[in-house]
């Protein structure tokens, strides 16, 4: 472990102490400098797998987002956290794609739910949403229930994707006897719903 | 000749003897004794759809055991779990492929509403762009739920004006009586733990 504080100790672009918390080491890293410390973990220090990237969206609070780096070394069996902070005005970060071939995926993932663009990225393009889909979900401004968005090329609802009925949030129901319609009100709802848009049409 | 005369596999039809019915019947009978699923199995429901082919549910009784994995082959789509906007295009794709007459179940909570899924993701539903003919609630239902799910659709099939529809290739259902709409099965399976049961496991 002494080892791993002293290899730390000369990690390019380090920011602050690390800080370790029952076991586990995290440190802030510079955003310019976060391939060069990725590079010296994995070349001089041993650390051959990146387990995982995610983006983090501290809403309210500034910078904004995060993207955090868990690495292991399975020669010296141990993990690594980086934390590298992003504003909110300049959401771009350096692929480490270049480093373990692996974050292709995990930065496309943060890119599709955070859009954070990652520089240098071979492929960096939605993963998990369709091509074209205009938001970034897993933002905390975004409603959970979704937006109305068009959808290319489905004729899902005449194309559209409808915001989910939430009527004031998931699982919805009343206890009690009754017929379900009576009980969940998303189900009497989207009937209602459902004969105006016939009517309509 | 007036009593209705009911067929099934336990009679038999001797040489001589002469069965007078309307061809809508026949075909129908035909139709229903024979539906090969299309299995969509999205998420775990299908589990349960996999389950309700094996050997212990059997939906060979139902005729209905050939699951095809091939659009052309199928009658019937069973969606078996949670359908997101991104898997949307390819259902209706697939479903659009199947030749008429076709059927469809919406298997679970997910299929017939969206379930617990309320989110930006899963579509609400997949009645927003498949005509399903039967809803099974539960989550995910067990395969007695298909089966009656499937018993339903049977009967649906009975009703319909076979002959007329194949005129009108365009359009699909017409019935001659009841049921009207989609059918809704509420299957309310609670496993039996008794004692047979841990018999067979051998536990006990
Ligand atoms: S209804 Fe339940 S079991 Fe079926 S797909 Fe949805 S979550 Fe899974």
Redesign the interface.
């Known amino acids: 472990m002494t080892n791993l504080q002293s290899l730390i100790t000369n990690l390019p672009g380090r920011l602050g102490e690390p800080v370790e918390f029952r076991g586990e080491v995290t440190v802030m890293v510079d955003r310019a400098k976060i391939l060069d410390a990725c590079r010296y973990l994995k070349e001089q220090c041993g650390f051959d797998m990146l387990t995982d990237i995610a983006g983090v969206d501290n809403y309210g609070e500034d910078p904004r987002y995060a993207v955090v780096y868990h690495v292991y070394s399975l020669p010296h069996r141990c993990m690594v956290r980086l934390k590298v902070a992003v504003p909110e005005d300049d959401m771009v970060v350096d692929s480490v794609v270049s480093v373990w071939r692996t974050a292709d995926w995990h930065e496309r993932e943060a890119f599709d739910m955070f859009g954070i663009r990652f520089r240098n990225h071979p492929n960096l393009k939605r993963i ?3 091509d074209g889909y205009p ?1 970034h ?1 897993l933002r905390k401004d ?6 109305e968005t068009e ?1 290319p ?5 005449a194309g559209r ?6 009527l004031g949030g ?2 919805v129901t009343t206890p009690g006897a009754g017929t379900a319609a009576r009980r969940e009100p ?2 009497a709802d ?1 009937s209602a719903e459902r004969a105006d848009k016939k009517g309509a049409s | 000749m007036s009593d209705p005369v009911v067929i099934g596999v336990d009679q038999k039809i001797e040489s001589r003897d002469l069965i007078v019915t309307r061809l809508d019947a026949a075909v129908d009978w035909c139709r229903k004794n024979s539906v090969w699923p299309m299995p969509m199995g999205l998420a775990c429901c299908a589990i349960e759809l996999m389950a309700a082919g094996a050997s212990r549910f059997d939906i060979a009784r139902f005729g209905a055991e050939v699951m095809r994995f091939s659009p052309r082959q199928s009658d019937l789509m069973i969606v078996a779990g949670t359908c997101v906007y991104k898997m949307a295009g390819v259902v209706k794709r697939v479903w659009d492929q199947m030749a008429e007459p076709k059927w469809c179940i919406a298997m679970g909570a997910c299929a017939s509403t969206g379930g617990m899924y309320r989110s930006y993701a899963v579509v609400q539903g997949v009645d927003r762009f498949l005509p399903v003919d039967v809803y099974i609630s539960g989550c995910p239902p067990r395969p007695e739920a298909l089966l009656e799910g499937l018993m339903a659709l049977q009967r649906k099939i009975q009703q319909e004006a076979a002959l007329k529809n194949m005129k009108r290739s365009d359009q699909r259902g017409g019935l001659y009586a009841m049921p009207q709409g989609p059918v809704i099965v509420r299957g309310e399976y609670a496993p039996q733990m008794g004692d047979r049961r841990l018999e067979i496991g051998g536990r006990k």
Not at chain 1, 142 to 147: N, T, V
Not at chain 1, 161 to 166: L, N, R, S
Request: charged share 10%.
């Open positions: 998990l949403m369709w938001y979900p975004f409603p959970l229930a979704g937006m959808l090329e489905t004729a899902v609802g994707v409808e915001a989910a009925p939430m998931p699982f998303r189900q989207t």
